[in-house]
């Protein structure tokens, strides 16, 4: 299974507008790709699944 996570840096976002972001890029995902993806965080999820994996350094 392949993964490819992608980090925007943004500063101090509330989470529904986070959403409201992340359902535009989502939108235009379904435009142009096949498979499966998901973005977090997500007013859909419960907290429990909402955690987003930083990484330590700059990529």
Known sequence: M???Q???EVNNLLLEEADVRLKNYSDALKEKMTKKWKTLPSL???DAYNIVT???THI
């Open 2 to 4: 392949e993964r490819l």
């Open 44 to 46: 859909n999820l419960p």
């Open 6 to 8: 992608v980090f925007i």
């Open 54 to 56: 930083v990484p330590y």
